[in-house]
């Protein structure tokens, strides 16, 4: 460890495209390992959130109670919190549900769409809040990385520019959509 | 009833999931689940959009295998435009 920086990533409602293409940075994740450990991740194994994380990437929108209460958790452990790609900074896909209620989504899903034990698995899912939500609607956003999903070399950029102790300029590097 | 064990959350996975295993009172496993945890409510949200957007809409439904998702909504796209696909498409889609 030594004086190395702690880093975490964390997907709340996302579709993991985004941590494919941190994943997508390849070699050059071995340059990163030097001078960060990522100490809390879903690609690795630990399941405690450590102390505090110098940078945090978060992936996904906030969607249900454990989204928001784990994203809430992450900020106060976090020093920069980065909102990573469209779900984190607009809610994108998942807030594509905002215009219908809850009960009506449930239904078309588990309901009439379903072949067999149709019932709305309610102590297994989390439960949804009405609305999805961006990341910087809930809790303070250092950092907005927009695309879906924003590039290997964006995400590269960012993370060792934030390692660097420099505020990244994404000016003409990501745009919404892609 | 016996204890139960919480895997929470499942990583190195896509998505969001725990498992679950219930323990008898001997120790022995007497049932065991896995809970997807995570719900969009694609099912829902994607009535009455347009057609083409549905090969980047259900995309998104994975990050990891996006492209199985992609062309099966594009062949469905295919067939609803009731149209005969060239021999050559027919091949890049299909790889």
Known sequence: MGDKAIMATVWLDGCSGCHMSF?????????????????????????????MADVTLVEGAVSSEDDLAKIRKVRAHTKTLVSLG?????????????????????????????????????????????NSYPVHQVVD???????????????????SELLAGRQPDLSGRSRFGA | MGRTITIDPVTRI??????TIQLDDSGHVADARF???QFRGFEKFTEGRTFHEMPSLTARIC?????????ASAKTCDQLMAV??????KICAAS
């Open chain 2, 35 to 37: 809970h997807v945890t």
């Open chain 1, 141 to 159: 956003v250092d950092v907005f990385v927009p695309g879906c999903p924003p590039s290997a070399d964006t995400i590269f950029y960012v993370v």
């Open chain 1, 86 to 130: 469209d779900c984190a900074v607009t809610a994108n896909v998942p807030g594509m549900r905002n215009p219908f209620l809850t009960e009506d989504l449930y239904d078309r899903a588990y309901i009439e769409n379903a072949d067999a034990n149709q019932h709305i698995p309610v102590n297994v899912i989390p439960p949804l809040r009405p």
């Open chain 1, 23 to 51: 994943l997508d940075i390849d070699e050059r994740l071995i340059e990163l390992a030097d001078l960060m450990t990522l100490a809390y991740s879903p690609l690795v194994d630990t399941k405690d959130f450590p102390e």
């Open chain 2, 63 to 71: 990050g990891i295998c996006p492209v199985s998702h992609l062309v």
């Open chain 2, 14 to 19: 896509e998505g969001h999931s725990k498992i």
């Open chain 2, 84 to 89: 005969r696909i060239q021999k050559r498409a």
